[in-house]
């Protein structure tokens, strides 16, 4: 179980999505759901346009539109990150984004979830809850 604000965790969910749906022109997207030792984690996917490494540094800053995209027809204001961040921050969680320019975007939303404990051994990972 995850504790937290249930519309702000939704909000990070719902961009997280829209953001994955709107640079997918073609392709799929994918959303997983795990824990481990860091807590439950949210996957978002896609076989998108990805992001251009030199914009990363910037992906979470407010108004910020990467160069290719802001050069584009496709419609955004450079907020939805940023909110995406800080209300995972607000909830102590950890945001991470892998890329490659063509080939898509993965982000991956850590919360914590106290009640789950990983446990590894014997080259199988079993979850126990509290």
Request: hydrophobic share 40%; with cysteine; proline share 4%.
């Amino acid at each position: 179980m995850i504790s937290g604000e249930q519309n702000q965790l939704a909000r990070v969910l719902t961009n997280l999505l829209s953001n994955a749906i709107r640079y997918t022109p073609s392709g799929s997207v994918q959303v997983k759901t795990f824990a481990d030792y860091r807590g439950l984690c949210v996957e978002v996917k896609d076989t998108g346009i990805g992001i251009d490494p030199d914009d990363l540094p910037h992906l979470y800053d407010r108004f910020y539109r990467g160069k290719a995209v802001s050069q584009s027809k496709i419609i955004g204001s450079g907020l939805g990150l940023a909110i995406v961040r800080e209300i995972v921050e607000l909830h102590d969680g950890q945001i991470q984004v892998e890329s490659a320019v063509g080939q898509g975007t993965t982000f991956r939303v850590w919360l914590p979830a106290p009640q789950v404990e990983v446990l590894s051994g014997w080259g199988v990972d079993i979850i126990s809850r509290r």
